[in-house]
């Protein structure tokens, strides 16, 4: 089984009308997410005004979950949704979107057949933890504390990624106290 650790001061980061963004990984390697060439995307953003529009994305699909504050969406057309922590919500990139609140927020985008989900996962004990890898690609955002891995410790805002060509393979995590965030990529070849 393939991994790499992708390291927070190694990802890039940006500012748009309502705060900053940072990409965190993107697939396939080499993908920009200005051209829209990418399968999937992993971002972080913080929302510092009161009120903000969501760029259109058409053709993406979403996930957002809140790390931080609270946030309502309203999908016109669709539905209303108040998200806190580690809470989130689906929704189509072409949607006309809007927000209230003030957050620190992790975005998935899937383009074309991938498709993805996000899981909040909190370590408390310092005996190892097992996790069952059953997706293509498997993802581990650190949110806050520390997880060791192979003998390497990872940060807050540091991820960790599997390539899972065989399927249901099982990982030992450690950590005393850890939020993470797992992400599930199906990349619908």
């Not at 390697?29 to 969501?54: C, H, P, Y």
């Not at 097992?130 to 949110?143: G, Q, W």
């Amino acid at each position: 089984m393939k991994f790499e650790i992708i390291r927070a001061f190694n990802t890039k980061s940006s500012t748009w009308s309502g705060g900053t963004t940072s990409e965190i990984y993107i697939f396939p390697n080499g993908s920009e997410f200005q051209k829209r060439d990418f399968l999937f995307r992993l971002s972080a953003a913080t929302v510092e005004i009161e009120e903000s529009i969501f760029t259109p994305l058409p053709e993406i699909n979403r996930t957002l979950m809140v790390l931080e504050g609270n946030i309502h969406l309203f999908h016109e057309n669709h539905h209303a949704k108040k998200l806190s922590e580690f809470e989130q919500d689906s929704f189509k990139g072409d949607w006309n979107t809007k927000s209230k609140g003030k957050v620190t927020d992790f975005n998935l985008m899937c383009k074309g057949k991938t498709s993805g989900e996000l899981k909040h996962i909190q370590l408390k004990e310092s005996q190892p933890s097992k996790i069952d890898l059953s997706s293509e690609k498997e993802l581990f955002f650190v949110v806050n504390g520390s997880l060791i891995f192979e003998n390497q410790i990872l940060e807050k805002g540091d991820l960790l990624a599997f390539e899972n060509e065989n399927h249901l393979q099982e990982i030992k995590f450690s950590s005393n106290f850890c939020d993470l965030i797992q992400i599930k990529i199906d990349l619908g070849k």
